[in-house]
């Protein structure tokens, strides 16, 4: 799938930066926007339009790529390379846009330019994961988010979004490579939204290295549901006993698990 829209251009005065998310370390976003149109709804564009880098939806759904990104990139390594432990793409955008090619090849140019640093890099999409990545680091990580099976599901709130099925044979190629793979289950649902059964989610991803679990935030429908608290908590126990019983590794997101009911 490829799109015929045509991109616009912008340009920053810095690129690479240390991210305050809990899981992250330094991060890169070279694009603006992003056209997936994640309804749930989505982090990111509330953050763009808070802070003004977009005015409106149909803005954040039209990507702009950072055209100086490379030239950023080639003058921030020397000076943050002894202090990265990793660098992830992306937490405000998404790397491999679905039908985005020019995203996708500048994506696979900042990471080839880290990894010639020896840093390391992980990604996570709502897109396809190319197969051109296996010639990349070794020591590269790549993820998808999954959060349903259902393709109905999918085209409501993830409108632009690559299919299910193709994120994760994608991810499986990569992972048949030897790579490291890993899933985000997140922002997860309440049964009130949609009802589905997470263990075929879980069984769908068994051949993940690791998996990332968190719940859905500024959603009203969330706190509708009798016993959201509850729920996640006993999703985070699933999350982590399938783990444990299969060698993987997991992070529960802060605020999923709630001590005190």
């Known amino acids: 799938m490829l799109k015929n ?11 690479l930066y240390k991210t305050g998310v809990e899981y992250g370390d330094y991060t890169i976003n070279h694009v603006l926007g992003c056209s997936h149109g994640c309804l749930y709804p ?28 490379i030239d950023l990139l080639k003058k921030e390594i ?11 793409f992306c937490f405000s955008t998404d790397p491999f846009m679905y039908g985005y ?7 696979i140019k900042l990471i080839k330019m880290l990894n010639e640093a020896k840093i390391k890099c992980t990604a996570l999409t709502k897109g396809c994961l190319p197969t051109e990545l296996v010639q990349l680091s070794e020591g590269n990580e790549f993820g998808i988010t999954l959060i349903s099976l259902d393709e109905n599901f999918r085209k409501k709130n993830e409108p632009f979004s690559a299919p299910y099925k193709e994120r994760i044979e994608r991810l499986y190629k990569l992972h048949k490579h030897g790579i490291r793979t890993w899933v985000s289950i997140e922002p ?11 263990e075929d989610i879980l069984n769908a991803i068994f051949f993940v290295d690791k998996i990332i679990f968190g719940k859905m935030n500024y959603n009203s429908m ?4 009798s016993g959201y608290k509850k729920y996640f908590n006993s999703l985070s126990e699933k999350v982590i006993k399938f783990c444990q019983k299969n060698n993987k590794e997991y992070h529960i997101k802060e605020g999923t698990i709630t001590d005190n009911l």
């Open 101 to 107: 090619k020019e995203i996708e090849e500048l994506s």
């Open 5 to 15: 829209n045509l991109l616009e251009y912008i340009k920053r005065k810095s690129l």
């Open 222 to 225: 969330v706190s509708k549901y």
């Open 188 to 198: 997860y649902p309440t049964p009130n939204i949609i009802q589905q059964d997470f």
């Open 42 to 69: 989505c982090y990111a564009m509330l953050m763009a339009r808070r802070f003004g880098k977009v005015e409106s939806y149909e803005e954040w759904l039209k990507p702009k790529i950072v055209e100086n990104a």
């Open 78 to 88: 020397p000076n943050h390379k002894t202090k990265i432990k990793f660098v992830h």
